[in-house]
């Protein structure tokens, strides 16, 4: 797949009738995973800690490093990875969220569409259909590399472990064979265990 592991994910979070579910509000966890694929942070013991700040030329990653930034201060101090998700959450961020940003990457690319709508016949809404054949495509890597049919691949681990995390799992069309080796992917990375505790704090 040509998607980084937040567009994957937030292309997986919405469902082929339009629907966006839930886990969708947890995408800036999925920016901390492309943050550790470029070896920009770290994570251990729920914490974030900064490696490199260069510049990448790519706004949402380069603002994303900036938040980072603001939170650990002139010390560098280790950035709660929960403080962090939460500020690019939609009820934060807004239409500046991690959601929002990466949802608006994959329509840029024709890998989904906006429709409006009216609720009721009055009240306006917006639907988000993912492209189905590149849903399929994102679904079934991740389906490959739970039954271990592709080699070691750090994307798709930390895609695997977040989408344990998040409760994604839930609304994905899964085997409970599937399902299970997601949770032990999630529950042997960093990412996946302060994840999933963020989330289970929330809930």
């Known amino acids: 797949m040509s998607l980084s592991v937040s567009e994957q994910f937030v292309l997986l979070a919405h469902e082929l009738d339009g629907g966006c579910v839930f886990s969708g509000d947890y995408a800036g966890a999925a920016e901390l995973a492309?943050?550790?694929l470029w070896q920009r942070v770290e994570i251990f013991g729920g914490q974030v800690r900064i490696l490199d700040v260069r510049p990448t030329g790519?706004?949402?990653f380069d603002g994303g490093l900036a938040v980072l930034r603001s939170f650990a201060g002139a010390?560098?101090?280790?950035?709660?990875?929960?403080k962090y998700i939460l500020a690019r959450s939609?009820?934060?961020a807004g239409k500046a969220s991690a959601l929002a940003?990466?949802?608006?990457?994959?329509m840029h690319r024709d890998y989904a569409r906006c429709v409006q709508k009216?609720?009721?016949g009055v009240f306006p809404r917006q639907r988000y259909y993912p492209n189905p054949d590149v849903w399929?495509?994102?679904l079934g890597e991740l389906r490959a590399f739970a039954r271990n049919e592709l080699g070691p691949d750090n994307r798709l681990l930390l895609l695997a472990a977040l989408t344990y995390a998040t409760a994604l799992t839930r609304s994905l069309p899964l085997t409970d064979t599937e399902r299970a080796q997601l949770r032990r992917i999630s529950e042997s990375t960093d990412l996946g265990v302060a994840v999933r505790a963020f989330v289970a704090s929330s809930a």
Do not use: M
């Open 34 to 36: 492309d943050f550790v």
């Open 58 to 60: 790519l706004a949402w």
């Open 101 to 106: 940003t990466h949802r608006a990457s994959l």
């Open 118 to 120: 009216r609720t009721l």
């Open 75 to 82: 010390r560098n101090k280790p950035v709660p990875a929960h």
């Open 136 to 138: 399929h495509a994102a």
């Open 90 to 92: 939609p009820i934060r």
